[in-house]
C-alpha cells in the first residue's frame, strides 16, 4: 500500500483537488484544537465557539463545509498547524490499512487518489 500510495501521490496534485477540504471536514483532536487555537493567539473556549461544533459522535468537528481554512486557491490557511486527520487523509498508507476499510470506501467517493490507489490494490490482488 506504501509503494501504490506514493505512486499515486508523486502524480496527483491535492491542490488542483481539495475536495477532502471542500466536501468533509476532519474531527479535531484536543491537540489539535489546543495547536491551533495557539496558532490564533486565541483561547481554546473562544476557538472552538467560533469554528467548531460537537457531532454524534462526541467529537470536534467543524461547524460547515468547506473548510473554512481553506483559501479559493485550495492552499490550506493553517497548513502548518493543521489537524492530525488533515496530514493523514486519505489514510492509504497506514500501516494496517486493511483495518480501517469502511473509511476507505467512504474516502473512496471524496478523494479521487483513493479511489485510484484502490483501484491498483484490487488489481495487484486480482479483486
Ligand atoms: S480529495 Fe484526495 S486528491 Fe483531492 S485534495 Fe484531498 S487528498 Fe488530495
Ligand atoms: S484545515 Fe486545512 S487541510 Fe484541513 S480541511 Fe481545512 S483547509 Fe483542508
Same mark, same amino acid.
Given at each position: 500500500?506504501? !509503494?501504490?500510495?506514493?505512486?499515486?501521490?508523486?502524480?496527483?496534485?491535492c491542490? %488542483?483537488? =481539495?475536495?477532502?477540504?471542500?466536501?468533509t !471536514?476532519?474531527?479535531?483532536?484536543?491537540? +489539535?484544537?489546543?495547536?491551533?487555537? %495557539?496558532?490564533?493567539?486565541? %483561547?481554546?473556549?473562544?476557538?472552538?465557539?467560533? $469554528?467548531?461544533?460537537?457531532?454524534?459522535?462526541n +467529537? &470536534?468537528?467543524?461547524q /460547515?463545509?468547506?473548510?473554512?481554512?481553506?483559501?479559493?486557491d *485550495? $492552499?490550506? /490557511?493553517? &497548513?502548518?498547524?493543521?489537524?492530525?486527520?488533515?496530514?493523514?487523509?486519505?489514510?492509504?498508507?497506514? *500501516?494496517?490499512?486493511?483495518?480501517? /476499510?469502511?473509511?476507505?470506501?467512504? *474516502?473512496?467517493?471524496?478523494?479521487?487518489? =483513493?479511489?485510484?490507489?484502490?483501484?491498483?490494490?484490487? %488489481?495487484?490482488?486480482?479483486?
Amino acid at each position: 500500500m506504501q !509503494g501504490l500510495h506514493d505512486e499515486e501521490f508523486r502524480k496527483t496534485d491535492c491542490l %488542483k483537488c =481539495a475536495n477532502c477540504c471542500k466536501t468533509t !471536514g476532519p474531527l479535531f483532536t484536543d491537540k +489539535d484544537v489546543d495547536r491551533i487555537s %495557539k496558532h490564533f493567539r486565541m %483561547k481554546t473556549k473562544q476557538f472552538v465557539n467560533q $469554528y467548531l461544533r460537537i457531532d454524534e459522535d462526541n +467529537d &470536534y468537528v467543524l461547524q /460547515s463545509v468547506p473548510c473554512t481554512f481553506l483559501g479559493a486557491d *485550495n $492552499y490550506c /490557511s493553517i &497548513y502548518e498547524v493543521r489537524p492530525k486527520a488533515c496530514r493523514e487523509f486519505p489514510h492509504t498508507d497506514r *500501516n494496517k490499512f486493511q483495518q480501517i /476499510s469502511n473509511l476507505t470506501l467512504k *474516502n473512496v467517493a471524496i478523494c479521487p487518489a =483513493a479511489f485510484n490507489i484502490v483501484e491498483e490494490m484490487k %488489481k495487484k490482488i486480482k479483486f
